[in-house]
Every structure is written in structure tokens, then in C-alpha cells.
């Protein structure tokens, strides 16, 4: 088994910055996810874990590879979600445990597997002290 623990599907990795790759049109972002599942494949990767990116396309790619509608590697998906503020990384942001709950009921309903918490992300909101 080969995984990679560590992916952003709709990434071009082309040395181009990140801030760069998110202003492509959603539809390369999703011709850019099929190639990168392709090279997965091909380098013998049978699971992939998404480590956060357009929550839209990461349910799109894992439901296409779950029905045969694209052919895939297993797909893990984690959440992500960061503390507010202008510094936050992605759209979705906790300021409270209660909107740390929902965040997280959230990814649960749509099936993600695991939550990345980002660096913003307060200890309260967590539901634990230091």
C-alpha cells in the first residue's frame, strides 16, 4: 500500500504560488484533480488524503471514484477550518466551540474523515485547555 498522507488534488503543482493556482476557473481546477489522479495511480498511490481545498470539488472527486465515474486511488477527505481573522487559511473559520461544533457536524454530514485544524484555531474552539 502506498499513500500519500499529504495531497491537494486541485493543485496544479506547477511552481506557481498557491495564491496563483486558486484564481484558475473551477473548470481547469477540475481537469488539473483528474490528471493528479491519473499520476497517482500510475505511481502505484492506492489512498490519497486531501488535506483541504474547495469543499464542492472534494466531494465531486471522492463521490465520482466511489460510483466508477472516475477512476481513482481511495480518497480520504479532511476538513479544514482555521480561526478568523485576515490572516485565515480557507473559507471555513471557528471563533467559538459552538462554531467549532458546527463546522465540524458539517464535514461529518458530507462525509470527511478526518478535520485539519489550522494555526489560527484557538484552544477553546477545540475543546481543550493548554
Partial sequence: MLVDA?????????????????????????LVSVSNLQRHLASGVTTI????????F????????K?????????????????PGPRAFGAVTAATPDEGRA?????HDE???????????TPDVCGFSM
Avoid: C, N, W
Avoid at 472534494?58 to 471514484?65: G, H, N, S, T, Y
Fill in 111 to 121: 462525509g470527511f474523515e478526518q478535520i485539519k485544524i489550522y494555526s489560527l484555531v
Fill in 6 to 30: 499529504h495531497a491537494h488534488l486541485t493543485l496544479a503543482g506547477d511552481r506557481r504560488t498557491y495564491e496563483q493556482m486558486v484564481l484558475d476557473p473551477d473548470e481547469m481546477m477540475a
Fill in 49 to 56: 488524503r486531501d488535506m483541504g481545498g474547495e469543499e464542492g
Fill in 103 to 107: 463546522v465540524v457536524r458539517k464535514y
Fill in 67 to 83: 460510483s466508477g465515474k472516475a477512476l481513482g486511488p481511495r480518497y480520504v477527505l479532511a476538513g479544514l477550518v482555521d480561526g
Fill in 58 to 65: 472534494l466531494v465531486a472527486i471522492r463521490d465520482a471514484i
